[in-house]
């Protein structure tokens, strides 16, 4: 009889732990690197539907992925490698394959920038670029990445000089500067980390 009333004791218990403590929620959110592949991948699969086959080489080689995560807003800023991915799988028409973790992966490149410097003296743009503070290599896929350039440019009154800068680095740029890969896109980014423009490399 002592038996059944302690497992019936264990057996009609609260449910919280023997300790008394209460156990931590499991959380149900997404992970953000998950839903921004998710939405590549939707995008990308929209784009095979109606291209065809062929889409996945434009995509693929000449970087159209990369380019429509520039477009797709929110969702593909979350983790702009993961959103990449999965458009590059989706126009493939590929079986999804979620990340297991971040895939965007960011690293300075100070002797990059002081080239950049260096080559608008010789052209009289020093004081354009003096509004650029650091210089990214944004990392997208294992061959694609993007520039992205951080200045004390203000949202608002920085779109002019913004675009020129970009463009400024554009005529600049004519290889790959000693980097393996392929880069892609130079974006502009604001005081408060806002992407003012972006264009094509």
Same mark, same amino acid.
């Given at each position: 009889?002592t038996v059944?009333v302690?497992?019936?004791?264990v ?6 732990p ?13 992970p953000?690197?998950v839903a921004?592949?998710? =939405? ?5 699969k929209?784009?095979? @539907?109606?291209?065809?086959?062929? *889409?996945a #080489?434009?995509e &693929?080689?000449w970087g ?9 807003g929110s969702a593909?800023?979350?983790d702009?490698?993961s959103?990449?991915?999965?458009c590059l ?5 590929a079986p ?7 895939v965007?992966r960011?690293t ?6 002081e080239r950049f410097?260096?080559? =608008?003296?010789?052209?009289?743009e020093?004081?354009?670029? @003096?509004?650029?503070?650091?210089l *990214?290599? #944004?990392?997208? &896929? ?6 992205e ?8 009154s920085?779109?002019?000089?913004s675009?020129?800068?970009a ?5 600049w740029?004519?290889?790959d500067?000693?980097?393996?890969g ?5 974006l ?5 980390g806002?992407r003012?423009?972006?264009?094509r490399i």
């Amino acid at each position: 009889m002592t038996v059944a009333v302690l497992v019936g004791l264990v057996g009609c218990g609260s449910g919280k732990p023997y300790d008394g403590s209460t156990p931590e929620p499991r959380s149900s959110a997404v992970p953000e690197y998950v839903a921004a592949y998710r =939405a590549g991948y939707t995008e990308g699969k929209a784009v095979h @539907d109606s291209s065809g086959k062929g *889409a996945a #080489v434009r995509e &693929t080689v000449w970087g159209g992925c990369t380019r429509r995560a520039l477009q797709a807003g929110s969702a593909a800023e979350m983790d702009r490698g993961s959103w990449v991915r999965g458009c590059l799988n989706g126009v493939a028409d590929a079986p999804e394959r979620l990340p297991t973790g971040p895939v965007t992966r960011r690293t300075t490149d100070a002797e990059m920038l002081e080239r950049f410097r260096a080559w =608008a003296i010789t052209k009289g743009e020093a004081e354009q670029v @003096d509004h650029a503070r650091t210089l *990214a290599i #944004v990392q997208l &896929t294992e061959h694609d990445y993007d520039v992205e350039l951080s200045t004390d440019y203000s949202a608002g009154s920085g779109k002019p000089g913004s675009e020129s800068l970009a463009q400024s680095f554009v005529e600049w740029w004519n290889g790959d500067h000693g980097r393996d890969g392929t880069a892609r896109n130079v974006l502009v980014l604001g005081a408060d980390g806002t992407r003012l423009t972006a264009q094509r490399i």
